[in-house]
């Protein structure tokens, strides 16, 4: 997961629908952030209660492999992107794509109108990401850093649209890669209480979508991966552009490349215990 939010266009979401534990992540998140709440009302009982709940010896493994992926991989991730965009673009393509067939089966009872939603929300990103990335900015303030750790974080739990591309329409995907590469933990804790912030509060909010609409809000998270697809397009500037070209000389190669990110994400999944088995 940790691996997959440091590439624009992938999102540690579509790694945890995979993996088969994305519901019970978002259910884990929402426990946290509820209890964190009512300690900020004193209301200790409560809080207790909340606390309990969390599944900490699912949450802190996860987080660590999460961190550990982002501390070390960073700068190799961010090479990779400058020296072969192409490649990267086409690796990361065949993983979402290949995802989305497996999203689909979480839908219960799939019907027309899962199809329109998936098909609605993915042609609204699709078309979104064509507006480009935000100009880089300079020399961010603190309240940037902040904010624009809140909002790449909703993001970084949603399939389909990761905290990366998110930073990188906001203009500070830049600056926050450099602040980690270079370990200017200041910044980095900036950024890190603003994903506190942010998660705390969409965890309620999509908590509560999946519990009453799971299978629209599904179907819209899965239209969100197919949209993602755009900014993962290879040609002609692989990750760093929303640009459509046409297929460059490298296309086999590509082509190769992306199908095993497909047939991985096929293995990965098919590895997976079930959502029962890791309750």
């Not at 802190?60 to 700068?75: C, H, N, R, Y």
């Not at 935000?134 to 739990?157: K, Q, R, W």
Request: net charge negative.
């Amino acid at each position: 997961m940790g691996t997959a939010d440091l590439v624009p266009g992938v999102s540690g979401g579509t790694i945890a629908l995979v993996l088969g534990i994305y519901e019970r992540l978002v259910a884990s998140i929402k426990e946290g952030s509820s209890s964190l709440g009512y300690l900020l009302r004193l209301d200790v009982d409560r809080f207790k209660e909340h606390w309990g709940r969390i599944e900490w010896l699912f949450l802190v493994p996860l987080f660590v492999g999460i961190l550990t992926a982002v501390a070390v991989l960073a700068s190799f991730i961010e090479n990779q992107i400058e020296a072969r965009p192409t490649i990267v673009a086409g690796l990361f393509f065949g993983l979402v794509v290949g995802s989305i067939g497996i999203a689909w089966r979480l839908i219960k009872q799939p019907a027309g109108r899962s199809y329109l939603i998936a098909a609605a929300v993915g042609l609204a990103l699709f078309a979104l990401l064509g507006l480009g990335e935000g100009e880089a900015a300079t020399d961010p303030s603190s309240v940037a850093f902040l904010v624009a750790g809140a909002l790449a974080v909703c993001a970084m739990i949603l399939p389909g649209i990761s905290g990366s591309l998110i930073l990188l329409m906001l203009g500070m995907y830049a600056p926050v890669l450099a602040a980690v590469s270079d370990r200017d933990f200041g910044t980095v804790g900036l950024v890190a209480l603003g994903a506190v912030i942010g998660l705390a509060l969409f965890s309620q909010l999509l908590y509560w979508a999946l519990e009453n609409h799971h299978d629209p809000v599904l179907a819209g998270l899965i239209g969100l991966m197919l949209g993602s697809t755009r900014i993962l397009w290879p040609w002609p500037e692989g990750v760093e552009s929303a640009e459509l070209g046409a297929p460059g000389d490298d296309w086999a190669l590509v082509l190769a490349v992306a199908v095993i990110g497909g047939l991985a994400v096929s293995v990965i999944a098919k590895l997976a215990p079930d959502e029962a088995d890791l309750s």
